[in-house]
């Protein structure tokens, strides 16, 4: 006989398993530390690579006022200006990541442990299934 309870459980379970579980379980595999630890050394990469190639473009499209300015301007200062603004960069773009995968974790331990509750009350069926 069939037991609609199990199906409803096995259903959700497969609806989660197919969406969110094996992406969600690949993150459940670090402590939430170590998870926001990598994707903040990845942002700081991407960061990186993105302010070389924004600075790269401005240079490019101000190449001949550079060239024109470059033994009147001072030179320390204009890579202090620089410097400064890849930090502040660098450091919005590392905010946005912590917060946004901070939420994704906690999101991502909610439903691992409403997954986990619907493995437990499955498991307990079959227990009392099987004293029955």
Same mark, same amino acid.
């Given at each position: 006989?069939?037991?609609?309870?199990?199906?409803?459980?096995?259903?959700?379970?497969?609806?989660? @398993?197919?969406?969110?579980?094996?992406?969600?379980?690949?993150?459940?595999?670090?402590?939430?530390?170590?998870?926001?630890?990598?994707?903040?050394?990845?942002?700081?990469?991407?960061?990186?690579?993105?302010?070389?190639?924004?600075?790269?473009?401005?240079?490019?499209?101000?190449? @001949?006022?550079?060239?024109?300015?470059?033994?009147?301007?001072?030179?320390?200062?204009?890579?202090?200006?620089?410097?400064?603004?890849?930090?502040?960069?660098?450091?919005?773009?590392?905010?946005?990541?912590?917060?946004?995968?901070?939420?994704?974790?906690?999101?991502?331990?909610?439903?691992?442990?409403?997954?986990?509750?619907?493995?437990?009350?499955?498991?307990?069926?079959?227990?009392?299934?099987? @004293?029955?």
């Amino acid at each position: 006989m069939l037991n609609e309870n199990k199906i409803r459980l096995m259903t959700k379970m497969a609806v989660f @398993e197919k969406r969110e579980g094996t992406k969600d379980e690949r993150m459940d595999a670090f402590f939430k530390g170590d998870y926001i630890s990598s994707q903040l050394l990845r942002s700081f990469l991407c960061a990186t690579l993105s302010f070389a190639i924004l600075l790269g473009v401005y240079c490019y499209y101000n190449f @001949e006022s550079l060239m024109l300015s470059v033994y009147s301007m001072d030179l320390l200062s204009f890579m202090g200006q620089i410097i400064v603004i890849y930090v502040i960069f660098t450091a919005l773009v590392l905010a946005v990541t912590f917060i946004v995968y901070a939420k994704r974790y906690d999101r991502m331990r909610k439903g691992m442990q409403a997954y986990y509750r619907m493995l437990s009350g499955l498991s307990a069926s079959y227990q009392r299934k099987e @004293e029955s």
